[in-house]
């Protein structure tokens, strides 16, 4: 479930878009089959590289139907202003209970989300194509080892730094793009930033012959935050629990419009193209 969760948390694409992909790009293939002429012994280039194409327009096509609730959410909070109730607010972080260290950045933070992953061995006779459908969904030749996250209180000042929304970011889905990373290769000495994340982490060391990867993004004070969730007018507007909770930097509405048009734009018209194309290869058409 660590890739499932890393997944949603980069791109929006959760559980169920994973599963929506599956099965539409198994309803194609099933459609191809009925109405076609295919040879399961036999080998048709055209109709894989046709699926292939199907399953890149269907990637679209899950990634904007996945965002499409959130990209709703967003634009009502938005118009709803730093309220009592749903709201959506962008504004500048200042502290209220301290600043955490980043490990990576070695600098204050109110919140930091990290990634650390492992190379994955490859035997020398076998290709990328051919490895375990793990590596193929995180990164190829790199696998999840260890993710996690930490933030404290904070409070953001929306429009114009007229309006203080206290936040507690402990029960929030943190969507933070701002990422730095440190390249560790096989038998280099880990720098100390990497050994305070690795142990932030609570992981081993990695082997003498593999190399790992560091990635941590911050939400610091002074920076630009966006939040997303329900205000309680607590002393003032007060968001630390309920669903949605968002947390993230400032262009995080514009990642999640981004993904629902170009999803949609792209996506539909490559996937038909592609299924006509399966149908066409099979002998449907």
């Known amino acids: 479930m660590g890739v499932v969760s890393d997944l949603k948390r980069r791109t929006g694409v959760g559980a169920g878009g994973i599963l929506l992909f599956v099965l539409c790009l198994a309803a194609g293939i099933v459609v191809a089959e009925i109405y076609g002429q295919v040879d399961g012994t036999d080998r048709n280039l055209p109709l894989f590289f046709a699926g292939l194409l199907y399953g890149v327009g269907l990637l679209g096509v899950v990634s904007a139907v996945s965002n499409f609730p959130r990209l709703l959410l967003v634009a009502v909070g938005r118009r709803r202003g730093a309220t009592d109730g749903l709201t959506a607010v962008t504004g500048t972080v200042e502290t209220t209970a301290g600043t955490l260290t980043a490990p990576l950045h070695d600098a204050p933070a109110v919140c930091y989300t990290y990634r650390i992953l492992d190379e994955t061995a490859d035997d020398e006779d076998e290709s990328v194509d051919e490895q375990d ?62 050994e305070a994340l690795r142990r932030e982490a609570d992981i081993v060391p990695a082997p003498g012959d593999a190399g790992r990867r560091y990635q941590e993004a911050t939400l610091e004070p002074g920076e630009e935050a966006f939040v997303l969730g329900r205000a309680t007018a607590d002393g003032g507007l007060r968001i630390d629990d309920g669903s949605p909770f968002v947390v993230a930097d400032a262009d995080y509405p514009s990642r999640v419009r981004g993904r629902v048009t170009v999803g949609f734009v792209a996506g539909i018209p490559v996937s038909a193209l592609g299924l006509v194309a399966m149908l066409f290869a099979a002998g449907a058409l």
């Open 133 to 194: 459908d793990d590596d193929e969904i995180d990164e190829g030749n790199w696998s999840l080892a260890a993710m996690g996250e930490d933030g404290v209180p904070f409070t953001v000042y929306a429009d114009g730094g007229t309006e203080r929304v206290r936040v507690d970011p402990t029960g929030a889905a943190y969507h933070i793009d701002d990422r730095i990373e440190v390249m560790v290769e096989a038998g280099e000495t880990p720098p100390d930033r990497a």
